[in-house]
């Protein structure tokens, strides 16, 4: 399974970003997805997952209320919608994919992960 994520770049404070994760190699709506992220000097953490039909959402506390994660099973593709971004948002965000039945927001339960896209929120 190769995970592909793109998207990141440099915004301003309060601005929004769009990041994709495009999955190949296996059937795409047999994973739990989810996205997590890595400050510098940080551990990485959980941001956000969704079931394998996309009916369940799962997002951290710190992102919840700005952040929309969704997938289209058509396109093997998985999105993290980021309106009103904080400096604090600033990391390296990563794309997982996870075999188990039940989304989760451990990241030792997923089995692939993508490359990683940097996302900078400038104050």
């Known amino acids: 399974v190769q995970l592909q994520a793109s998207g990141g770049g440099l915004v301003q404070a309060g601005g929004s970003l769009r990041l994709s994760c495009a999955v190949s190699?296996?059937?795409?709506?047999?994973?739990?997805m989810g996205w997590f992220r890595q400050a510098p000097g940080k551990e990485r953490e959980f941001v956000a997952a969704i079931s394998r039909s996309g009916a369940g959402t799962y997002y951290a506390d710190s992102v919840k209320g700005r952040f929309t994660i969704s997938r289209d099973n058509a396109k093997n593709t998985v999105y993290l919608q980021m309106n009103s971004l904080k400096p604090e948002d600033t990391a390296v965000y990563y794309c997982?994919?996870?075999?188990?039945?039940?989304?989760?927001?451990?990241?030792?339960?997923?089995?692939?992960w993508g490359q990683g896209t940097l996302v900078t929120v400038s104050s």
């Open positions: 997982a994919a996870d075999v188990n039945l039940v989304a989760t927001t451990s990241l030792f339960e997923y089995d692939y």
């Open positions: 190699g296996r059937i795409f709506s047999n994973y739990v």
